[in-house]
């Protein structure tokens, strides 16, 4: 007896998929040891306030059978000093050496960054900002062209050409002929040697709103994906205040605010610096800042601040470094997370010094602006 199968869709509710406690509380424990630049002890305080509101654990399962959980998993190290390790296992209290995350928890909090920012990008229809130039590169574009003299073998599409060959000649009398060769595409894209600036002064922090975390999380994002998916690119990361200086990248999760005026000029200084030593083709800075250069250090070693609006005297030298960092090519794009109009006009003035970019912008879509320009300029030669 036949039987009649029906094919279709079937549609049901969505259901989530089961997190263990361990993973919905390691989720929740990587976005406040970002906010917390690090301090596991402080992200520990605020992940057992929310276990009390919302209830986020069991009788079973404790907050301190997650710390010894991400203690077994290499996620946190626990030190003691002065020989303090000799107790009971397991016993809690004062007697507890000094928990900190390790390399192995660094490297997943800037792959959470990439994800959280990358993701938005992949999910976006628009605002992609691509050249439609094509060339000898190594980026494959998807379109076909006839060959041109010079092209490399290597480019030469053999399924497509040899589709042409029978199409133009057939099957039983079979030849190749320049004429029936099909090349593929590709896109230049150079090697890209960029240094972020990110303002590490007081305001970042001020009218309660945190700003270095959104840079933070950037900059770990940046970081991650240059490594993974473009290891012959270089990235080099400084920080400035009332001076400026080079981070590693294993210190982003810690980076904080500090008590500095924003000294512009020295950040510019150190980032062309870097850049001068490096092969590649292409550079570019790129800088995070919310506020108004207010510092200078002198060359007798004072610093000359001033914080009430703008000080020509320190404006002046900003655009003194634009037009430096212009004659050797170095174009800088600029990131404001402020939206004072005097503030914005002193950035376009900048900008226009470098005849670099400035995205006037918040902290909202900060990141999806920073990776589509990055992507932007790996495909053009920047001079």
Known sequence: MAMNVRNGFRFETYEAPEQSIFDKLFDIFQELITHTSGDFDEAIDWLRELDKEYELTTEEYTIDDFIEDLKSKGYIREEFKDGGGDGEEGEEGSDGGDISITAKMERIIRKRALDQIFGKIKRSGSGNHK???????????????????????????????????????????????????????????????????????????????????????????????????????????????????????????YLKVGPYHTNT?????????????????????????????????????????????LDDFIVEKCYNMARQARKIHIPITTFMIAQDPYLMQFIRHFTEANKGKAFFTGLKGLGEMIFEDYEANRKKRLK
């Open 131 to 253: 050249t439609g130039k094509s060339g000898q590169g190594d980026e494959h574009t998807g379109d076909f062209r006839e060959y041109r003299y010079g092209d490399g073998l290597e480019h030469i599409s053999m399924t497509e050409s040899l589709k042409n060959a029978q199409i133009n000649h057939g099957i039983g009398n079979f030849q190749l002929s320049e004429e029936d060769l099909v090349v593929e595409d590709t896109q230049h894209k150079a090697q890209m040697s960029t240094v972020l600036m990110i303002d590490i002064s007081h305001s970042m922090i001020l009218y309660g709103e945190d700003r270095i975390t959104p840079a933070k999380k950037v900059a770990m994002a940046l970081a991650e994906l240059i490594t993974t998916r473009y290891p012959k690119d270089t990235l080099d990361i400084l920080v400035f205040g009332n001076d400026a200086w080079p981070i590693p990248i294993k210190d982003l999760p």
């Open 265 to 309: 000029v020295a950040g510019l200084q150190l980032a062309m610096d870097m850049l001068r030593r490096k092969r590649n083709t292409n550079k570019q800075i790129f800088m995070i800042t919310d506020g108004k250069p207010s510092c200078l250090r002198m060359p007798d070693g004072t610093y000359y601040k001033n914080s009430v609006g």
